[in-house]
């Protein structure tokens, strides 16, 4: 594990430049300690810059800043944005945990991996239309410029010290992160005990009507197998009221309870809209009964 001769003493290196980061979890120096190594083979260094020293509550990575190739200020930019990428990897599941746990009061491990891979996609990912104020990006030219500015002149330091005291700002950033990924959280547990409600129901009750066309354009229209439109007297005498999630939409632009409250043995959806979330809701819900028709000939009924 170690780039030198662990018998030396570091005193024995006085003459060379060193950087000693002191690091009390052991897998988050190991961590770095193997990006190091991994990004000097990449880049064609030598591999005697790095070593790894494991004592009793300690562990201490010590970095021989001269044999790294390149200019002073060059080799701790590069020392920065590895410790700037572990640390994100590392700490950003123990801080959302900690603020999970500390201020919402979550207990349950399941809700909060599910919370946290929330909060990936949300600031790591941008899968979601979900503005916060601040980006990922610069949420982490944040934290390398803390690190590169502290390392500068720096000769050892504690990263859980700098973590606690100097990256205290960067983590509590994270807050709006968490508030948003808790939000959609509740929101897709909602919306999972609302397609399993829909599906119960649909299981339980016979249909109304056996076949149900849906014509999703700038409207919404329900028409049986005869051709004739449900009308909106029959919509609210049948509309259940446990289905009644659309609330408070107006009738006329509810879909979801209305047609679960039918229960149709088949639902045939045309459509010249894009209506991807309520399409893919439907096919939750309705599952093999659904058959969907192309758009060319959607209106055609």
Not at 48 to 76: F, H, M, P, Q
Not at 209 to 233: A, M, N, P
């Amino acid at each position: 594990m170690h780039a030198r001769n662990s018998q030396l003493d570091l005193h024995d290196w006085e003459g060379l430049p060193l950087l000693t980061i002191q690091f009390k979890d052991f897998a988050f120096g190991h961590t770095f300690y193997e990006q190091f190594q991994h990004s000097t083979a990449t880049y064609g260094g030598e591999q005697n810059t790095i070593e790894i020293e494991k004592a009793e509550e300690y562990t201490n990575v010590i970095i021989y800043l001269s044999e790294i190739r390149g200019e002073e200020g060059d080799k701790r930019k590069q020392i920065a944005s590895l410790l700037t990428n572990v640390t994100i990897k590392h700490m950003f599941p123990i801080w959302l945990t900690e603020w999970l746990r500390n201020d919402f009061h979550y207990k349950d491990p399941y809700e909060i991996d599910a919370i946290i891979e929330h909060a990936r996609d949300i600031f790591f990912n941008m899968k979601r239309n979900i503005p916060l104020s601040i980006s990922f990006f610069e949420w982490q030219k944040g934290m390398f410029r803390h690190y590169e500015q502290f390392i500068r002149d720096a000769v050892n330091f504690s990263i859980d010290s700098f973590l606690r005291f100097r990256l205290r700002e960067i983590r509590e950033e994270l807050m709006e992160v968490v508030e948003k990924a808790i939000d959609e959280y509740k929101y897709e547990h909602d919306y999972q005990i609302m397609v399993q409600t829909c599906r119960e129901f649909l299981q339980k009750n016979n249909p109304r009507i056996h076949t149900v066309h849906l014509y999703l354009d700038y409207e919404f229209k329900f028409v049986d197998e005869k051709g004739r439109q449900v009308s909106q007297q029959d919509i609210r005498r049948w509309l259940v009221h446990d289905l009644c999630f659309e609330a408070p939409l107006p009738i006329t632009e509810r879909v979801v309870g209305p047609l679960v409250s039918i229960a149709p043995k088949k639902l045939i959806i045309h459509t010249r809209q894009h209506h991807d979330g309520l399409i893919q809701t439907l096919l939750s819900v309705f599952e093999e009964r659904v058959e969907l028709v192309e758009e060319s000939t959607a209106g055609k009924q």
